[in-house]
């Protein structure tokens, strides 16, 4: 878009005025002054030095006239201009009502200002209203989580007050189980909120990468096995400047999405230093992910099969929590299809680009 154009226009409406004026002071003199000098010639003698009556008859009616075109030209670009800002105006009544629909009209977009003022504008309200909708869909689903663990802990509580439920080994474990559910969502639903307010920090020193991924591997080993998979690692040695306490949780994240969605196969766990950076990713033998579903996987709440995660306890916050770190230390988290028809997600980290936590 030019830049200045209203300024332009403003310039070009006021210079017209004023060639107008010039135009009709001298084609209007002349034809004034041709009929004026033959219906009543002067007398013989010099000219006079100072204008006369007729003379100043003729000014006043060239500025009256002058002045009417100056004042329609002015009106007619100040409503141009008052279209759209007394529109931008009363969206953003509208909106300070509760009102986030409210658009401002830009009017004529030959006034560049103006029009970029108002595009701006319904950008922001777009923006805003996009955000509260996004806010009131995160706390539905938030509570939608929380409500199954409690109700089940209220319900055994209850029981065991009630004397439905006797005291046992089994049933204290679930209960623990539960509260430890609890935990780790509240957990990762500070993580994933701290990095969509830009405020998730890491704490970095030289980390030993090779020795965190192994330990998550070995974490989550017994569990994996016991579900049909295998695990096969390649681990080339990388220090990198990072905070490995949550590089293990997310490499653990991936571990658990895929002990739940994967089918019982071979994962393959790569940790690649390049030049730029390093590359961590965990790959399983599919189904993969739908082209519909991949660019949401990392979401927070998103869940390609809910009826599996619900069998496995998923929160559809596991991914969100991988891109959250990734994010924290200046990379990305990523999806793409192996060449096998299954899952590759991968955690991209650059050298030197995560935000230090503040001590």
């Known amino acids: 878009m030019k830049r200045y154009r209203l300024s332009r ?4 409406s006021m210079g017209m005025v004023v060639v107008i004026a010039i135009l009709m002071v001298f084609v209007g003199s002349f034809i004034f002054y041709t009929f004026y000098l033959t219906w009543f010639p002067p ?6 030095v100072l204008p006369e009556g007729p003379d100043f008859a003729l000014i006043a009616v060239f500025l009256l006239v002058g002045l009417a075109i100056a004042i329609r030209v002015a009106l007619g670009l100040a409503r141009r201009i008052l279209a759209p800002l007394n529109s931008l105006a ?5 909106i300070a009502a509760g009102d986030l ?3 401002a009209a830009a009017g004529d977009r030959s006034l560049g200002e103006t029009a970029q003022l108002v595009d701006d504008f319904n950008a922001m309200a777009q923006r805003l209203q996009d955000v509260a909708e996004a806010m009131a869909s995160w706390n539905a689903a938030t509570a939608h989580e929380l409500r199954t663990p409690l109700t089940i802990l209220r319900g055994r509580l209850q029981g065991l007050t009630e004397g439905v439920f006797a005291p046992s080994d089994d049933l204290l474990r679930n209960l ?5 559910g609890l935990s780790r969502l509240v957990d990762d639903l500070r993580i994933v909120t701290l990095s969509d307010s830009r405020r998730l920090e890491v704490r970095l020193e030289p980390t030993d990468l090779a020795m965190e991924v192994s330990q998550a591997v070995d974490a989550m080993r017994p569990a994996l096995t016991e579900a049909g998979f295998s695990i096969e690692m390649i681990v080339q040695p990388a220090t990198l400047s990072c905070d490995g306490t949550r590089l293990r949780q997310a490499l653990l994240a991936l571990l658990e999405n895929a002990r739940r969605y994967a089918m019982p196969g071979r994962i393959k766990v790569l940790l690649r230093p390049e030049k730029s950076g390093i590359t961590l990713s965990v790959e399983d033998e599919g189904p993969g992910l739908s082209s519909e579903f991949a660019p949401l996987a990392f979401d927070a709440f998103t869940r390609a099969e809910p009826s599996r995660s619900r069998q496995f306890g998923g929160s559809g916050l596991g991914l969100s929590v991988v891109r959250a770190i990734a994010e924290a230390h200046g990379g990305r988290a990523q999806y793409r299809t192996s060449l096998a028809g299954g899952s ?3 955690i991209v ?3 030197g680009s995560a935000r230090p936590a503040e001590t």
Do not use: N, Y
Request: charged share 20%.
């Open 90 to 94: 009363e969206s953003a009544r509208k």
């Open 176 to 180: 623990l189980s539960q509260v430890e």
């Open 344 to 346: 590759i997600f991968e």
């Open 101 to 103: 629909t409210a658009r």
């Open 9 to 12: 226009q403003i310039a070009l």
């Open 43 to 48: 007398p013989p003698g010099p000219p006079p």
């Open 349 to 351: 980290l650059p050298i």
